[in-house]
């Protein structure tokens, strides 16, 4: 049988996890639509004997691969080149599917036949019953848009390792590469797959859960290490945009322009401004230099920027100071 979806699991240590993540992957009488590509990254606990076990039990659709550990990224490269479904959707280990919608999804996709489908996510916090959904697709919601029309505008950013689900056709000619051997590798998904993805579906069924608050997830905390790699891969994104901008829809460049200094711009003065000052000025000036060259850089969207243009770094400092404590105080109130 033609598999209709590929669902790749990458897969570091997560024994803890893994079981939920693959239960949710267990959709009866449509399992043979699937493909689920558990890609064990070098693992030193029990994941990889874990995996094997649905492999066995759900021979038809479960391949399990094990190879030496090179880093989130080079699981999804491996799945990626490996998918046989018309779709494919990538689901980090520690997190899942929703039980009731993803046949849902699935039935949808039997359906469709477009380039992206957007669905919602919901937050779950590790040790907690709080969870935090997202309903960002009603308004547009249940109909097939061109790439060129679609209303980007409303959204803060599309094309996410978690919220989307890509026809694996045209997510393979964009060619994307996933950066291997470190974290954030994912924003490879935000822009370039656009050069080929023509049209446009959204759901606004919630379909992922996502983990928040998992100790050693690389989305906690920031050092010196994590503000490289966000510098590395946001530098790839402008790379990657500046040679796909001119092909894009005069609707498309005004969003993009907007997301690039909105959100990932902002992304990185806020956190480089989180480390030790003498760091925080040296990596501010840097980003200053680096993104002053690229047409699209506007410093007035910039919010970081409007904030606290008048303001220096101490000042900066300590209000993130007093907002991370207001925030541990309010998480662990929620939490108990």
């Known amino acids: 049988m033609e598999k209709l979806l590929t669902i790749v699991v990458p897969v570091y240590n997560m024994e803890k996890y893994l079981r939920k993540c693959l239960d949710s992957l267990v959709v009866g009488s449509k399992q043979d639509l699937l493909e689920v590509i558990v890609v064990i990254d070098g693992s030193s606990d029990s994941s990889f004997d874990i995996a094997l076990t649905y ?81 960002r697709y009603r308004e547009v919601a249940n109909r097939i848009y061109s790439a060129d029309e679609f209303p980007y505008i409303s959204f803060d950013r599309l094309s996410t390792i978690h919220d989307s689900t890509y026809k694996t056709d045209t997510l393979r000619l964009s060619n994307i590469n996933f950066t291997e051997k470190a974290p954030f590798d994912d924003t490879i998904l935000y822009i370039k797959p656009f050069s080929t993805i023509k049209t446009i579906y959204c759901s606004n069924m919630i379909l992922y859960h996502y983990l928040l608050g998992r100790e050693g997830q690389s989305v906690g905390g920031i050092n010196e290490q994590k503000v490289i790699y966000r510098k590395n891969e946001f530098m790839k994104l402008c790379a990657d945009y500046l040679s796909i901008r001119k092909y894009l829809s005069k609707n498309q460049q005004i969003y993009f322009d907007r997301f690039l200094n909105k959100e990932i711009f902002d992304e990185f003065y806020r956190c480089s401004s989180m480390l030790p000052i003498h760091l925080a000025k040296k990596y501010i000036k840097d980003w200053d230099d680096y993104i002053s060259k690229y047409p699209f850089t506007n410093i007035q969207d910039i919010p970081y920027k409007r904030r606290y243009r008048n303001r220096n770094i101490y000042i900066r400092k300590a209000i993130h100071a007093i907002y991370s404590i207001l925030r541990t105080i309010k998480h662990k109130f929620l939490k108990y």
């Open 55 to 135: 492999q066995e039990k759900y021979p038809s659709s479960f391949i399990v691969v094990n190879k030496e550990n090179g880093g989130h990224g080079s699981c999804c490269n491996i799945g990626l080149k490996m998918a046989k479904g018309k779709y494919i959707h990538f689901l980090d280990s520690d997190d899942w599917f929703d039980y009731e919608n993803f046949p849902k999804l699935i039935d949808l996709l039997s359906k469709l036949n477009v380039d992206l489908v957007q669905t919602n996510r919901v937050f779950e916090f590790d040790g907690s019953s709080r969870t935090r959904p997202c309903d």
